[in-house]
């Protein structure tokens, strides 16, 4: 019942857009996104709540496709800042939060 | 504001033996996750604590368990460790067991010889 990520990595040139796709077997009902640096913990980025919404963290934003069962990252102008493996974190009412396969994001200049 | 502290940072252990492993979660926050990090992958849920119990478990044996203290702080046990046991253990906060993002501490590296 993993979410399962699409793509599993990705090398993008500074400036460039990249989209993060978040797929799910069971019915969401809110969906996180973490970004995870080489050798860190794991960062909150956002949470999406309903079907329908969506949010933006400076030049990051995600949208949650609710009859999908899928949720959206979406990276414009990427920065180095952006490299890290991102991972989507559906989860189902009080129930765990469940990590996606991940997506490997590297930037280079 | 302190955000999660875990310690120790890291820990080599002899197959067989016990370990116990920590966490402060972030002022605030009432609800403990713990996660197993493997190389190259996602973190796996273990368990989460709010109120001092148990609430919810994941796809572990019973060598894991935890405890969770008035004060919100949480202890992670495992027992008769195995290689397959080392990992990268993640302890995550939140206000509350719902739609609340989590804080991560920086984890404990545990590894199994």
């Known amino acids: 019942q993993q979410p399962v990520q699409s793509p599993q990595a990705v090398i993008l040139r500074e400036g460039e857009d990249a989209v993060i796709n978040c797929s799910s077997s069971?019915?969401?009902?809110?969906v996180h996104w973490y970004r995870q640096k080489h050798g860190e913990a794991p960062v909150f980025l956002m949470i999406l709540l309903k079907g329908g919404e969506q949010k933006g963290h400076e030049k990051i934003s995600a949208s949650f496709n609710e009859k999908k069962q899928q949720s959206s990252l979406y990276l414009t102008a990427s920065q180095l800042s952006y490299s890290g493996t991102y991972f989507c974190g559906p989860q189902f009412g009080n129930e765990k939060l469940t990590f996606g396969t991940g997506t490997r994001l590297t930037i280079i200049p | 504001d302190a955000g999660v502290t875990q310690s120790p940072t890291h820990l080599i252990k002899t197959r067989g033996q016990q370990v116990t492993l920590r966490c402060s979660p972030k002022s605030g926050h009432d609800t403990v996750s713990w996660y197993q990090q493997a190389l190259g992958q996602g973190p796996q849920f273990i368990f989460q604590y709010y109120e001092e119990e148990e609430r919810q478990r994941g796809n572990f044996p019973d060598r894991f368990s935890g405890h969770q203290f008035p004060n919100y702080s949480s202890e992670l046990n495992v027992n008769a460790l195995l290689l397959g046991d080392s990992a990268l253990y993640l302890c995550?906060?939140?206000?509350?067991?719902?739609?609340?993002?989590?804080?991560f501490g920086s984890g404990t590296r545990l590894t199994v010889v």
């Open positions: 995550a906060s939140s206000p509350g067991r719902g739609n609340y993002g989590y804080t």
């Open positions: 069971k019915a969401l009902y809110s």
